[in-house]
């Protein structure tokens, strides 16, 4: 394998930017040099190459040399029903070709020969037999660069993949996670060495690994950039393999980071690898011994094909008899790890199955070998090391089938009624299915669900919602999209998109957003006359909204996510699983204020705040400002009447902006960028330095200890890149938002330094009763004791002076920060704020695309991973279709492509309550009719062995037994109190409503009762 | 299981059952006010302040958000909006926490205890390493002048307050008082 020259044009950014956030530039650039051979056009080869063309390989080249059948149907998204009879590549070629010009996209359709291989650096045989697959992959393995090697194969719930990347491959990061860092407390002079770190964070290094040190004060000698190994890693310490005894005493400071080492693999070629597989990658500890039989019966289904020249037929003893029996003479043959006990149910399924390319299984295996094929390319994330083998027997209807239900019926799902029985392909097509959420997982569902023909019959209807429009930096994954539909909604562009797939979709395209808002829209009977909920969403709200939905409605919901090479999914299944919310991930640790604020010591801290800065300056302020022109009068009353500091503070941003710093001439925009440059990194620098200076804690700790970094003054000059950027990009912004012309030759930094250099700067006079975390302006006015009120009036005045000067309907215009638009200077002022501030505190300054991946909380994505996740929730859907499937046939799945790790699991049944002689879980409800007064409910909880202390209706309390004035609500009728306290509307179609309880048992414990639903009519 | 709202009942109602007074805003449980007393040793002593409690959709899974209203003189308390830099609060929540534990264990620890070193009001933390007596003569000349009892309870409409509430929601409000105020 040659990972391609890294020596290629620039990457578009908007359009990569999801993916850029996992590879970075470097693994980009060589995916650019890389063709790629996928060979084997029916569902899997077109799942593959789809990713890898969305991935943006150089050139990828289709080859089948076989036609199109009704049966390709059922798996491959790219043919319809008309390229029935033409080749598969042909077929293919032009579908595949839309989804990135960027790529060259070519056909092959004649057999291949090992000598035309070399044109690759890696390929991929989705259909292949094993004596040829042995030829080619002798010569790949041996060729010089070694070609990387894929052989991946789906046959009905089955599949397989095997990799050989050649005699020595390099790994170059191991997991894509970033190196981990640790802030120093002590080191002692030690063999070996003990190290602390602060206990701000855990560290997360792991025995072997290597790190470097760098700030170390005292003993230096670490400092030298040498990596090291340690050893007994725990949270907040490690031992360093070093003798530190003649070393220099540490006195202070100190980080210490993870070196990521290179690794280099040895793969063996597949005809020794057949004899000796080595370690099965497992995904399902539940099938812990399956990948070994599995392996002996891929070989046995090979040794069918060859010897009948076709695959087992579905429903037929006799060839699953066949295979079974050349399953168990290989085990015969084998000289050791012979498998004791065959499961026959299992070969006879494989057996019927064989034939069959099911877009499930498709989409999750294209995810999979998509995936090493970038890390073959690349050296970016650990190959599977080299076979992986995994079923999904459990999608299987829970009724046997009579071999009658196989039969073909003539229909382009042929090949799913193969596996499953006609009955169960008639349930996927009467089904009522919401799909919420059209970006890349709902891209990738509602192709799925096409070609499953889910929602595609008579009764069958699909509904699909997503109130966002199409942007460039979708198309990279969100594969329905084209860039011609930038713009347009996604659902109406994904939906007409699934239809063309398969015309018989019945589907409706919203653009309404799933909440409280919109329950007219997705009202009571919409929600009871669904099937199953498919969860296609990016933020955890509106995941826990629908989960709630789901739990009222009684509905399964089939949940999923991504981030980055990771996914997982999750079931969530009435009565049988928990839901949702019942399991939770801590929340995102914010930095605290006081961090952000004054004392940075990493680079998040810093964008953090210039983020914070950006919205003030260039959004909030400028709002203000025409709040209060377009209203004087009442804005003024209204600030007056808050009468605090904080209203303080914005009359004297807003008198700013008309006043002293108002922008006339774009001079003045440059004028006002570089005295924000001094009052940013220098000033305000300076007064912090001064207020701290020589400050020590009560224990005699100094203030400026880490892990507080101590601040530098950046002393401004023109002729460096960095501050010459902030002035230009914070001028440029500065000008819009007063709607003044920027001119061309701000772009040129030598008559832009001219122009700043003219710029007056006052000295700065350390202020010694000021606050640090804003800035001294406040105190032209009057000292920081004097009342509030007196100022805000004070300021009202001189405001009310400065609009008497303006042009009548003088308005600013508010910026709202726009990460995806490289042109805009958006993301160039944060950045410049952010790496000025980075600065200021030697932190590491940042590109502008690594500031706008933390800054834009750009979110990592790509496309492998997420298919692959679409993939195993359609392999759940055929389970809660068919229905009657029990706990343990459901698989929730964590994923990391990276790695490669599956971990599949059972669901988590639902936490079951007990009371008296009474028990339920998050799935019950209860009921109480005949519109129960206040007293009658509670008396009615009473009767249960239940004394409620609290009940209320949404976020609003009805009755709290501490309140003496509930009491008087005791004999209203619930439905009143409701109407009055809640405000809840009740639509004249609905008969009840909700109310949560919190109550105690005879015994003083909390008892969790269900929601109870009172009927009032 | 227990739900997130089923939880904001159970914490409010033990807040109040310790006695705290806590003044609810139109019976909404997601946002309140609660009284708080400068703890004995701590020159806060003889202060009350109204602590606005914000309790985020995903309580108790996300912590609480804490500000004092009326204004206060300390390292950790942002002067201008209230904001408290509290590591416990802000970092180190978990969902085992409560209310009480807010009010009865983090913010005595935070006012006898401020730590200067990681300072919202940087003056105040200046002034408390460099001349602690100074800065407990600050910290009283605040509590005289803007947290005396009458300066919270018994005038709600005093300015401090905050903006978002309307004067008819104060109507409603006053005769919603906490239980245990009431004679």
Redesign the interface.
Known sequence: MAPGDANLGDIDEDLHSRQLAVYGRETMRRLFASNVLVSGMQGLGAEIAKNLILAGVKSIALHDEGEVELWDLSGNFVFSEKDVGKNRALASVQKLQELNNAVVVSTLTTELTKEKLSDFQAVVFTDINLKKAIEFNDYCHSHKPPISFIKAEVRGLFGSVFCDFGPEFTVFDVDGEDPHTGIIASISNDNPALVSCLDDERLEFEDGDLVVFSEVHGMTELNDGKPRKIKNARPYSFTLDEDTLKFGTYEKGGIVTQVKQPKMLNFKPLKEALKDPGDFLLSDYSKFDRPTLLHLAFQALDKFLSELGRFPVAGSEEDAQKLITLTANINERLEDGRVEDIDLKLLRHFAFGARAVLNPMAAMFGGIVGQEVVKACSGKFHPLFQFFYFDSLESLPTENLDPSAFQPLNSRYDAQISVFGSKLQKKLEDANVFIVGSGALGCEFLKNVALMGVSCGKEGRLTITDDDVIEKSNLSRQFLFRDWNIGQAKSTVAAAAAASINPSLNIEALQNRVGPETENVFDDTFWENLTVVINALDNVNARLYVDQRCLYFQKPLLESGTLGAKCNTQMVIPHLTENYGASRDPPEKQAPMCTVHSFPHNIDHCLTWARSEFEGLLEKTPAEVNAYLSNPVEYATAMANAGDALARDTLERVLECLDKEKCETFQDCITWARLKFEDYFANRVNQLIYTFQDAATSTGTPFWSAPKRFPHPLEFSASDPGHLHFVMSASILRAVSFGIPVPDWVKNPKMLAEAVEKVIVPEFQPKKDVKIVTDEKATSLATASADDIVIINELIKRLEQCRKNLPPGYRMKPIQFEKDDDTNFHMDVIAALANMRARNYSIPEVDKLKAKFIAGRIIPAIATSTAMATGLVCLELYKVLDGGHKLEDYRNTFANLALPLFSMAEPVPPKVIKHRDMKWTVWDRWIIKDNPTLRELLQWLKDKGLNAYSISCGSCLLYNSMFPKHRERMDRKVVDLVREVAKLELPPFRSHFDVVVACEDDDDNDIDIPPVSIYYR | ???P??R???D??KL??SDYKVE?I?????DFYVHFHGPNDSPYHGGVWRIRVELP??YP??SPSIGFVN?IYHP?V????G?V?L?VI??TWSPMFDLVNVFEVFLPQLLLYPN????????A??LM??DRSAYEQKVKEYCEKYAKPEDIGAAPED??SD?ELSEDEYESQD??M???A?P
């Not at chain 2, 139109?26 to 997601?30: A, K, L, T, Y």
């Not at chain 2, 942002?78 to 909006?81: A, I, L, Q, R, V």
């Not at chain 2, 200067?116 to 003056?123: A, F, K, M, V």
């Open positions: 299981m227990s739900s709202s089923k904001r009942d159970m409010l109602m109040m059952m609810m139109n019976d909404g449980m997601q959709d995903a899974y996300k204004k950790n942002d002067e201008m909006s904001s830099c590591d802000n970092q200067p070193s990681d300072p919202l009001n940087g003056e933390a200046a390493m460099r300015k401090s903006e005769e919603e906490a239980g245990q009431d």
